[in-house]
């Protein structure tokens, strides 16, 4: 489906008295995420989200340690800034997102995976092994393993 007919759909579900709410409060987040990127650093924008604002208590959610760290280190001006512009905020809590994947790890994930290479020293040795084993599927395992990996 093309972006255009997403669009036009979502418009149209906008309208709907059911999912207006919805919509309102989507649009009032993304508002926010937009004000909170332009407050913060350029540097931390780009590693950090804004979470819910329940209780005057604003959470963000920054991507590992190190951005939590220069996070808290500027959240008194921060929430400064917040103030003057009417957000009703009273603190700031930072927290790690465990699993935020960063770009570079997705382009990793993606990535054909590395053939690994057995060592002449390690064929040796797994010869040895096989010589010195009875018959057995075990046995017959290993010269399999060792035949299919004779020109590495």
Same mark, same amino acid.
């Given at each position: 489906?093309?972006?255009?007919?997403?669009? #036009? *759909?979502?418009?149209? @579900?906008? $309208? /709907?008295?059911? *999912? $207006?709410?919805?919509?309102?409060?989507?649009?009032?987040?993304?508002?926010?995420? @937009?004000?909170?990127?332009? =407050?913060?650093? #350029?540097? @931390?924008?780009?590693?950090?989200?804004?979470?819910?604002?329940?209780?005057? $208590? +604003? /959470?963000?959610?920054?991507?590992?340690?190190?951005? !939590?760290?220069?996070?808290?280190?500027?959240?008194? #001006?921060?929430?400064?800034?917040?103030?003057?512009?009417?957000?009703?905020?009273? !603190?700031?809590?930072?927290?790690?997102?465990? *699993?935020?994947? /960063?770009?570079? !790890?997705?382009?990793?994930?993606? !990535?054909?995976? =590395?053939?690994? $290479? +057995?060592?002449?020293?390690?064929?040796?040795?797994?010869?040895? +092994?096989?010589?010195? @084993?009875?018959?057995?599927?075990?046995?017959?395992?290993?010269?399999?393993? +060792?035949?299919?990996?004779?020109?590495?």
């Amino acid at each position: 489906m093309t972006s255009y007919k997403v669009n #036009s *759909y979502l418009k149209l @579900l906008e $309208k /709907t008295p059911e *999912y $207006k709410d919805v919509f309102s409060l989507a649009h009032q987040l993304h508002s926010n995420q @937009l004000i909170f990127s332009q =407050l913060v650093p #350029s540097h @931390l924008a780009q590693h950090c989200t804004m979470g819910q604002l329940m209780q005057g $208590k +604003l /959470t963000i959610m920054a991507e590992n340690g190190a951005i !939590a760290h220069k996070l808290k280190q500027i959240s008194p #001006s921060l929430l400064l800034k917040l103030q003057e512009l009417g957000w009703e905020v009273t !603190a700031i809590q930072i927290l790690v997102q465990a *699993y935020q994947m /960063t770009q570079n !790890a997705q382009q990793s994930l993606h !990535a054909r995976p =590395l053939k690994m $290479k +057995l060592s002449q020293a390690g064929k040796n040795s797994l010869r040895q +092994l096989a010589a010195s @084993l009875p018959n057995s599927e075990f046995k017959d395992t290993i010269n399999s393993f +060792l035949n299919k990996h004779q020109t590495d």
